[in-house]
């Protein structure tokens, strides 16, 4: 059974940081795609990030690349999203998700597996 489970959220002023963190547990994950989502109130859950957990490859929702990082430890089955430049518009509910897939989908319908999700608030 595949486990994940988010940390790191927090209050944040604009231009501030916070580091996420997404544990995975209960597979070898060398074939899996891991992406972060985030859903805002009222709006729909969008992509944010995506990495592949065997390779270095990453890809970033255009209105995060430059600002977020997504990295992964793989002797700690863990993903980070380093979060920098913060905007009163990256407030959400941050989810991290996985699949088995060599290839990297940007749709939340694609990801089996899910987080239960970490609140980002970023103050004005």
């Known amino acids: 059974q595949v486990q994940l489970v988010e940390s790191g959220g927090g209050l944040v002023q604009a231009g501030g940081s916070l580091r996420l963190s997404c544990a995975a547990s209960?597979?070898?994950?060398?074939?899996?795609?891991m992406g972060w989502f985030r859903q805002a109130p009222g709006k729909e859950r969008e992509f944010v990030a995506a990495?592949?957990?065997?390779?270095?490859?990453?890809y970033y929702a255009d209105s995060v690349k430059g600002r977020f990082t997504i990295s992964r430890v793989n002797a700690k089955n863990t993903m980070y999203l380093q979060m920098n430049s913060l905007k009163p518009e990256d407030t959400a509910v941050y989810y991290c998700a996985a699949v088995p897939s060599g290839v990297v989908f940007r749709v939340p319908q694609a990801y089996d597996y899910w987080g239960q999700g970490t609140q980002v608030t970023v103050s004005s």
């Open positions: 209960g597979r070898t994950f060398s074939s899996y795609v």
């Open positions: 990495i592949r957990w065997s390779a270095e490859s990453t």
